[in-house]
Every structure is written in structure tokens, then in C-alpha cells.
């Protein structure tokens, strides 16, 4: 047996059907107080792919030719390395002085920065479509090009947008992998972003990967915040108090929502 | 005042206390991100013999942060019982963890005292004790609360159920809390993080959890862990509130980070004490704190992330808690770096919080992008199981899917249980045995198929 199946599977088990109403690991065998060998293994297995998406970098070819026709302008943070990245977030946050020659002072509506954050593959996955699926959204806006930021944090698009002139900037980046997702992408929408603004004048849509928040449902989501920043001239708590009820709670969207101060047990990455 | 001491023939002075306590604290990369780690592992050993020479009572005449412009100060400051600390005022910090050490530090004399002991007192001397004094001297101390059953006790070891959903479907929500009762896990509290903040969803989580309590007549509570203020308007609205849950931190500033404050705690506490909801007691709160949350709210004032950390339980045990846990792996590598150093904090948490008198559990817990595997939580539990912790949490398969990190399994819970011999809440045992989960006279949690289970009806299985 080489590939583990996620999830256990015999026409006996009656946790298979339940399994369908949430990805938690519920009814797992038992074998005394622990669990059997193929659920410790399964475990194992799951942890070892978020600690690879963890670790792993951006595929540059990829990203260039999934944001054709659009020519990426590639930053890195001031963290040199993963290492340093994880445990320097003040690094993460702000960009290598280098980079700044690279980035064209321009009349821009709207900047997208992709970062890795936590699992570039996320960003691999879904950033390229997001940005197209924004940009065909809003064909009237002036949009930077895309910059794709290594060993990057949320903030750093602060500095990126500072360097630009970009008047609101969306950073697309990979939130800490978990064991059922290890390709989870966040948005954080800032508007008239400089560095050192606080988390509570942004926006965000997170979970968006293949279980979560659709591609489509996020840039509907996305441009509506968009449109409604330029209107409004903010983003964060003034913007997330104005916002219509989008989706019910109770909802498979609820945890959705757009959120400018972060819950409880969270973190902005 | 500066703090100065010599060793190997080199002179090391520290400029102030705060300066003092983070050069004298264990490395964890917290304090190096805030740049208030000791520069060489010689200077930490320094800083820890001239911490050692320190009397006690100076730790009620230098304020870490100034009582003007904090509240967290002034409450441990007017708080503090000059007669409980009577019998240790005239010790130094190497005395006092001596003394924590001898037989004469009984569970009444540690009791006795605790009311007079301060959070950077508690912080200080754990700083000069190694594991395993952490855990010899708490496992001596008893902290026992009340609402629904009785937790605490010496062999006992509680657990808080946390069926999470990245949606709160309650369908879902319901069958991971099936999934932990027949695990034998609950008895602290069954309390769910809601992905979303919204009035009406906590209301009909609470109404479920309430729904499930009284069809099976648990003796255990629930909570859905929103924002204080939250509790608050579910309370005015006529909702299920057991308990009220809020994250707290060491300083006023941090506090407000969470958006919360003394007097808005005050006041969420009478609201929940004048539902009358509790049957053995009225310990209501339920408080998380962890190691990192005033550093990363840019609230920490120069005090190393341990010491700050335990003024969070000055603030819980002003409220007479039901509960309070560190969430101790939960905030990421850039303050607890990997296995070693979680497992500490863990340690130091529950030492601290229990020398104060404050009932702690623990979220044995890791990230993806700590240096930490399920192997250091097995550790971080057994260690914090023979402390005498008051609770661990336990998640389905050790994996939550709505925060994406890693908790204990509810297996793990009773392999803790079975390894050392602890029992869950008595009256939750009891009923645990008339479900036939539990044989008390081999303290064995029992496996009976889900079929023919009274509890799998709560799933639309007829047994």
C-alpha cells in the first residue's frame, strides 16, 4: 500500500456517510486508548504535505505564464531566507531595499501583489485567476503590473504600493496550511496603504481554495470591496460596517465574510 | 534601580527589571523578536543569579508597567493580600523556590499563599526552576471549581471538547461533539470556536449545545467562544450562556487589543451569575491567554512575552474562572520556535497560573510552520497530565478544520488519563458510566459500537 486514502473506507463503517457533513476526523478506529496504525499514518502523511507547502517556493516559470499577457515585477522581503521568514514576521513585512528600484512609480488605481505567505501553492493555484478575473472585472482602472513578492507578509504590500503610487492594493497570499488544506488562499484589500497601517483598515476573504470559497464567488466578493473602496475612499472597519448582508449566516459562506478586526484565535499572516 | 552580577569574571548589569526578567528568561524566539533576549547564554545565567539574590517583596516596589497608566497594574497592585504574603515576604527568589520545593510547601500552605503571590513574583521564579520543578511543585496545588461538576481535583483530569467547523454547520458541529463524548471528552466544557462572530449564529450554536445537555442530561457546560461583547447581546437575547469566554492578555494596552476591557468584563460576569445557570457553583468565566499576544498587538511595554504573560492571570482571577487554558503552540514559531520551546512555555504557564491560584488548562498545540510534530504534544501532555493540569483540549483526530492547526486527539486525552491514572470530573464519570462509555471499577473508557450507543440518536441513529 503506498497511496493512503484520507479517509478510511468500509461498507461497515457507519461514520462513512457522516463524513460527507464535515472534514473533521471523526470516528476514527480505536485500538485501546489510540488510534490504529493506518489513521496515526494518514496523519502523518497529511502533516508532511502542509510542512512541505510550508517550505516550499514560488514556481517563477509558472506564475509568469499563468499571469500572460500581464509581465510580472518579482520583490523579495527584507527575510532573506524561510527560515529567517519564520521567525522574523518584521522582515516579512517589509521589502528588501533592492527591490524598491524595481517597482515603476505610476497613476495606479489598484496594485496585486502576489506573496507566498505560508504555501505558495496557493497562491500558484488561484492567485493568476483572481487577478485576470479582477482585471476583466474592471477594464476602466488603471492596474499596475502584478508583483510577486518572496518571503512575503501582508504588509509588504504597503511598502510595495508606497513604491508604485498605487492607491489600493489587494495581496494575494497562501494562509498557514492545515491538515485538510494545505492550499488556502486569503485577500487582504488595503486602501491608500502605507506602511505601518493596522490590520483594522483592511479587508479580507480567506479560505478561498477548492473546499472553501470558490475563485468565482471570491472575485465577485473582491470587486464588489474594490468598487465600494474607491467609493468610499477606505477600507477596513468603515467599510465592513457599510457592507450588505452578501451571504446569511449559518450559511457555508459565513466564515467568509469580510472582516476587518481578526476573530479570536487568529492572526493576520 | 539596576541589577548587576558577575560571573566567570565578567560583570553583567541590567539596566532595570524588565531588563532583569527578559535577560533571566529561558530562549524563545519571541523575546529575540523583540529584541529582548540575553545576549549570551553566560549573561542569561547572570541575569538568573542576581534574580535569585532579589527579595520578593521588591516586586511590590517596582511596577513593570506604571500603575498610572495601567490597569492590569493597579488591579494586581490593590489586589494584592499583604496577609497571604506574609509567610514569604522576607524570602529572595532563590529562597522562594526552594521553599516551593520542600516538603513544608504543602497543598494548604501553597493554597494560603497564593493571593499574596504577583504575576511577575510567579514569573520570576519559574524563570530560576527547571521542568521539572514546574511540574513537582504544581502537581501540589489543588484549584478546584464548579458549575455543572466539579474539576480540579487532585486525579482528576478534565477535558474541553472542541468540535470546530469552517462553517459552523451545525449538522457538522453536532457530530464531532458525538465524536468527543464517546472519547469520554467534555467535562471541562464543550466549547466551540465559531468561524463566524454573528449574534445569530452564536445563538444557534449555544441552543444546539444546550439542546444536546439537556436530551442527555450531561452534567457538563458548553460555550461558544465569541467576543465578550458578543456573550453579552446572546445573553440580553435570552440565549444558553453557560459560560462567559473572552482571550485576555497582560496589559492594558493588549486588552484593548482584543477590544476588551475590565469594566466590560465586570460586566458580562454579573450578567451570566444573574442567569443562575450553574447547579454546583458559579464559576462562569472562561478565559484564554497564551505567550505572544501583547508582543504581537505591540502592547508588551519591554517585558519578555513570559512575564507579560502572567499578568493575564492576575486579570482571570479577579473573575473566579471556571476555567482559563494557555493556548501555548497556537501563536506560531516567531514566539515559541519549535517542540522545546513550547513544551516550556507550556510548563511555565501552568506553574505560574496554578503558584496564582488560577485554574489552568492547556491547548497542547503546533502549527504547520512551527518545528513541532504530534511527538512534542505527547511529551507536552504527559508532562502537563503529571503537573496536575486542570484541563487539555482535544479536537476529532488532533486536527482542527476550522483553524488549521493541530490540538490533541481525544485519544490522547485518555491515553494521559490511562498513563497516569486520572479520572474525568467525577459527576461526568458517573454519567459516563450510565452511558456505558466508562468501566469505573477499571477506570477504562469503553468503545461500544455507535449503533448501539444511546448518544448516536443524536445523529438520527436509532439503537
Known amino acids: ?269 | 534601580m539596576s541589577y548587576a552580577a558577575t560571573l566567570s569574571g565578567q560583570r553583567f548589569v541590567f539596566r532595570d527589571l524588565r531588563h532583569l526578567l527578559a535577560s533571566a528568561s529561558p530562549l524563545r524566539s519571541g523575546d529575540v523578536l523583540a529584541g529582548l533576549a540575553a545576549s549570551s547564554s553566560t549573561e542569561r545565567v547572570a541575569a538568573r543569579l542576581a534574580l535569585a539574590d532579589l527579595p520578593l517583596s521588591h516586586f511590590l516596589s517596582e511596577a513593570l508597567v506604571p500603575y498610572e497608566r495601567d490597569d492590569v497594574t493597579r488591579l494586581i497592585i490593590d489586589a494584592h493580600d499583604k496577609a497571604a504574603f506574609a509567610p514569604i515576604a522576607s524570602m529572595t527568589i532563590g529562597g522562594f523556590r526552594d521553599w516551593l520545593l520542600s516538603h513544608q510547601a504543602d497543598t494548604a500552605r501553597l493554597a494560603a499563599i497564593a493571593p499574596g503571590v504577583t504575576p511577575e513574583m510567579a514569573a520570576a521564579v519559574s524563570k530560576i526552576m527547571r521542568n521539572q520543578d514546574l511540574i513537582a511543585v504544581a502537581r501540589k496545588i489543588e484549584i478546584i471549581t464548579r458549575f455543572r461538576n466539579t474539576i480540579g481535583q487532585r486525579g482528576v483530569l478534565a477535558s474541553r471538547l472542541q468540535p470546530n467547523h469552517p462553517t459552523d454547520d451545525l449538522k457538522g458541529i453536532a457530530l464531532s461533539t458525538l465524536d468527543g463524548l464517546l472519547y469520554g471528552s467534555g467535562d471541562a466544557v464543550i466549547g466551540v470556536n465559531p468561524a463566524s462572530d454573528n449574534v445569530e449564529n452564536g445563538l444557534a450554536l449555544l441552543d444546539m449545545l444546550d439542546t444536546i445537555r439537556q436530551t442527555y442530561d450531561i452534567p457538563t457546560q458548553s460555550c461558544v467562544l465569541t467576543h465578550v461583547t458578543n456573550t453579552v447581546e446572546i445573553i440580553n437575547r435570552g440565549g444558553a450562556v453557560d459560560l462567559v469566554f473572552q482571550s485576555i492578555a497582560g496589559t492594558q494596552k493588549a486588552n484593548e487589543g482584543f477590544g476588551v476591557t475590565l469594566g466590560l468584563l465586570h460586566e458580562a460576569h454579573e450578567a451570566a451569575k444573574s442567569l443562575n445557570r450553574g447547579t454546583l457553583g458559579d464559576n462562569l468565566m472562561y478565559f484564554e491567554t497564551g505567550q505572544g499576544a501583547a508582543l504581537s498587538a505591540g502592547a508588551h511595554h519591554g517585558i519578555d512575552q513570559q512575564t507579560v504573560e502572567t499578568r493575564a492571570y492576575a486579570v482571570a482571577r479577579a473573575f473566579s474562572p471556571l476555567l482559563v487554558n494557555t493556548v501555548v503552540g497556537f501563536i506560531g514559531p516567531e514566539y515559541l520556535y519549535d517542540g522545546k520551546q513550547i513544551t516550556r512555555a507550556g510548563l511555565e504557564d501552568h506553574f505560574c497560573a496554578k503558584l496564582m491560584g488560577v485554574p489552568m488548562g492547556c491547548d497542547v498545540c503546533y502549527t504547520n510552520h512551527a518545528e513541532a510534530d504530534q511527538g512534542d504534544m505527547d511529551a507536552l501532555m504527559l508532562l502537563l497530565g503529571a503537573a496536575g493540569v486542570t484541563f487539555l483540549i482535544g479536537v476529532p483526530g488532533a486536527d482542527d478544520v476550522m483553524l488549521n492547526y493541530q490540538s490533541l486527539a481525544f485519544s490522547d486525552i485518555l491515553t494521559t488519563r490511562s498513563v497516569l491514572g486520572l479520572n474525568p470530573a467525577p459527576e461526568f464519570a458517573a454519567w459516563l458510566e450510565k452511558m456505558g462509555l466508562y468501566d469505573a471499577t477499571t477506570a477504562r473508557a469503553l468503545a461500544p459500537p455507535l449503533r448501539e450507543t444511546e448518544l448516536s440518536r443524536m445523529i438520527g441513529f436509532q439503537p
Not at chain 1, 80 to 99: E, F, I, K, N, V
Not at chain 1, 206 to 216: A, F, R, T, V
Request: hydrophobic share 40%; proline share 9%.
Open chain 1, 1 to 269: 500500500m503506498s497511496d493512503l486514502p484520507e479517509k478510511p473506507s468500509t461498507a461497515s463503517d457507519p461514520w462513512q456517510k457522516l463524513r460527507d457533513l464535515t472534514r473533521a476526523r471523526i470516528g476514527l478506529a480505536r485500538t485501546g486508548n489510540g488510534q490504529t496504525t493506518r489513521d496515526v499514518l494518514s496523519f502523518q502523511a497529511a502533516h508532511a504535505m502542509a510542512r512541505d507547502a510550508v517550505h516550499m517556493a514560488f514556481d517563477l516559470d509558472g506564475l509568469r505564464h499563468d499571469l500572460a499577457p500581464a509581465a510580472p515585477l518579482i520583490v523579495s522581503s527584507a527575510a532573506p531566507d524561510r527560515t529567517t521568514y519564520l521567525s522574523r514576521p518584521d522582515l516579512g513585512r517589509s521589502l528588501a531595499p533592492a527591490s524598491k528600484e524595481l517597482l515603476p512609480r505610476g497613476d495606479w488605481d489598484l496594485a496585486f501583489v502576489l506573496a507566498d505567505g505560508l504555501s505558495a501553492q496557493a497562491v500558484m493555484q488561484q492567485g493568476p485567476a483572481v487577478f485576470h478575473a479582477c482585471r476583466r472585472a474592471l477594464p476602466a482602472w488603471r492596474i499596475a503590473p502584478p508583483v510577486i513578492a518572496l518571503q512575503g507578509r501582508v504588509a509588504i504590500g504597503d511598502d510595495i504600493a508606497e513604491a508604485l503610487g498605487a492607491r489600493m492594493v489587494a495581496v494575494l497570499i497562501g494562509e498557514r496550511p492545515g491538515l485538510s488544506v494545505p492550499n488556502s488562499m486569503g485577500v487582504y484589500l488595503t486602501y491608500n496603504p502605507a506602511p505601518g497601517c493596522p490590520d483594522s483598515r483592511r479587508n479580507c476573504l480567506s479560505n478561498i481554495h477548492l473546499h472553501g470559497l470558490g475563485i468565482d464567488e471570491a472575485c465577485v466578493k473582491l470587486v464588489w470591496l474594490m468598487r465600494e473602496a474607491q467609493t468610499l475612499k477606505l477600507t477596513g472597519v468603515g467599510l465592513k460596517e457599510r457592507a450588505p448582508q452578501l451571504w446569511a449566516p449559518g450559511t457555508p459562506e459565513a466564515s467568509h465574510q469580510t472582516i476587518a478586526p481578526t476573530p479570536e484565535k487568529r492572526d493576520t499572516p
